[in-house]
């Protein structure tokens, strides 16, 4: 567990070492999954010191901006880490960072728009979170004979489960949905070490729902000072048939 001023002062430090690596090299699809992943890590960071749904709506900016600089230095520094993107390793998708959805009465007043096919509400509660947060209500439904439902959806990544929490106060919302699968998935874990961060790349290979799920592991060293190491690789054999593999043949095709 790490205090909060602890990894604002880890921030400061990653943020000043990494000022001479230029992101410029990462394609934009990749960048935008990057920046995912770190506003997960951080959140994931954070709930080791307190439930996530008392914690503030908006992610601490230099914690995620700091796993977004060393999960990019990983991928610009080692050939390695280009070739687990492309068996597309990224953050299993919990906790949520950008939507959920609310439950309601289908019979409550604040719903005649939605009700009437116009994707909005009459509740100044509601409609004042979306202002602040920059929401959109981007799907409604009949959820069952007596509940309707709403997906909230936001443009930046957001404390979900703390958001949820003010939906959770108005009049007719009976339960809220964040979305985390059931089922596992491929995932980045952190973990601090000293002087930096043990970065695990966890692929998942076969069906984790009949339970003859396999992985493969890569682990990296991320220092505080900016240097990235590729520590070890272990795990289930990759199939040679999945993307991850080309670029180790092509490197094997170059050698020869």
């Avoid at 000022?19 to 770190?38: C, G, M, N, Y």
């Avoid at 230099?62 to 610009?76: A, H, K, T």
């Avoid at 959805?101 to 100044?124: H, M, Y």
């Amino acid at each position: 567990m790490i205090p909060n001023d602890e990894v604002l002062a880890q921030s400061k430090v990653i943020l000043a070492s990494n000022k001479i690596i230029s992101t410029t090299d990462i394609p934009k699809s990749l960048e935008r999954k990057f920046r995912r992943d770190a506003a997960r890590l951080a959140l994931r960071v954070n709930s080791e010191q307190e439930d996530l749904r008392y914690q503030n709506i908006i992610i601490p900016r230099p914690v995620m901006d700091d796993f977004y600089r060393i999960l990019s230095n990983i991928y610009l520094k080692d050939e390695t880490a280009k070739s687990i993107a492309k068996c597309n390793v990224h953050t299993f998708p919990n906790p949520s960072i950008d939507h959920f959805v609310v439950i309601f009465d289908k019979n409550v007043a604040w719903a005649e728009p939605l009700r009437q096919g116009i994707s909005e509400t009459s509740s100044e509660d509601i409609n004042d979170l979306l202002d602040d947060f920059d929401l959109i209500i981007e799907k409604h439904v009949n959820w069952n004979d007596a509940q309707d439902a709403i997906t909230i959806r936001s443009k930046e990544p957001l404390n979900m489960a703390a958001l949820a929490n003010e939906f959770y106060n108005i009049d007719g919302v009976a339960e809220i949905d964040l979305g985390i699968p059931k089922v596992g998935g491929n995932d980045i874990v952190v973990q601090r070490v000293g002087g930096g961060w043990e970065i695990n790349y966890v692929l998942k290979l076969g069906s984790y729902i009949s339970g003859n799920g396999k992985k493969h592991i890569w682990k990296y060293k991320a220092t505080d000072d900016g240097l990235v190491q590729f520590m070890t690789e272990e795990g289930d054999e990759i199939p040679s048939w999945m993307r991850c593999n080309f670029q180790d043949d092509l490197f094997l095709v170059k050698r020869l």
